[in-house]
T-cell receptor, first 111, second 113 residues
Framework: DAKTTQPTSMDCAEGRAANLPCNHS???????VYWYRQIHSQGPQYIIH???NNETNEMASLIITEDRKSSTLILPHATLRDTAVYYC????????????FGTGTRLQVTL | SAVISQKPSRDICQRGTSLTIQCQVD?????MFWYRQQPGQSLTLIAT?????????ESGFVIDKFPISRPNLTFSTLTVSNMSPEDSSIYLC??????????FGPGTRLTVT
């Protein structure tokens, strides 16, 4: 699976959009981009995933660049409950496909 | 999505003893995964458990230390054997969803003294 690079930490004011970047310059054509988050003392939570098109669900939007070498997770109106570590994971999708977690981005949402 | 529960939620154990962690899913799933999260670290996969076959262990993890059972499609156990303080971690199970996403349990926080 391709390696990803994320900033160690970010801050965001409550109510503003949180834009979390991820670089995956060695991504292969059959690898998807998945985002998870881990709120303190909880298990990771799946957020969203995509291959090459932009995706949106009730939690977030995922913007993938045309060359697929980077992506951005957007939380449109961050709240204090969005404070968490966010993981960008690039992986081939198959039945026994494991997740390889990097260090992620620690997002702190403040008043 | 799947709802996953784990027992116990936390435990404090003495070195040399063993602890069995249970993972229960609210639906039938083929693949279950067990992860470890050491203090201040990210998650590391221990093994993949497929119902009806032996678990597949990742490099650095062995069956004698982390035996896994998978008796049916909704349940699995992970045993941490002959524990040492280095085994103090959060242990999490997960299952795979329809679009190959994974859903995680709340974790079991283990402290070995």
């Amino acid at each position: 699976d391709a390696k990803t690079t994320q900033p160690t930490s970010m801050d965001c004011a409550e109510g503003r959009a949180a834009n979390l970047p991820c670089n995956h310059s060695t991504i292969s054509g059959n690898e998807y981009v998945y985002w998870y988050r881990q709120i303190h003392s909880q298990g990771p939570q799946y957020i969203i995933h995509g291959l090459k098109n932009n995706e949106t669900n009730e939690m977030a939007s995922l913007i993938i660049t045309e060359d697929r070498k980077s992506s951005t997770l957007i939380l449109p109106h961050a709240t204090l409950r969005d404070t968490a570590v966010y993981y960008c994971i690039v992986r081939v999708v198959r039945t026994a496909s494991k997740l390889t977690f990097g260090t992620g981005t620690r997002l702190q949402v403040t008043l | 999505s799947a709802v996953i529960s784990q027992k116990p939620s936390r435990d404090i154990c003495q070195r040399g003893t063993s602890l069995t962690i249970q993972c229960q899913v609210d639906s039938q799933v083929t693949m279950m995964f067990w992860y470890r999260q050491q203090p201040g670290q990210s998650l590391t996969l221990i093994a993949t458990a497929n119902q009806g076959s032996e678990a597949t262990y990742e490099s650095g993890f062995v069956i004698d230390k982390f035996p896994i059972s998978r008796p049916n499609l909704t349940f699995s156990t992970l045993t941490v054997s002959n524990m040492s303080p280095e085994d103090s971690s959060i242990y999490l199970c997960s299952v795979q969803g329809e679009v190959y996403e994974q859903y995680f349990g709340p974790g079991t926080r283990l402290t070995v003294t």
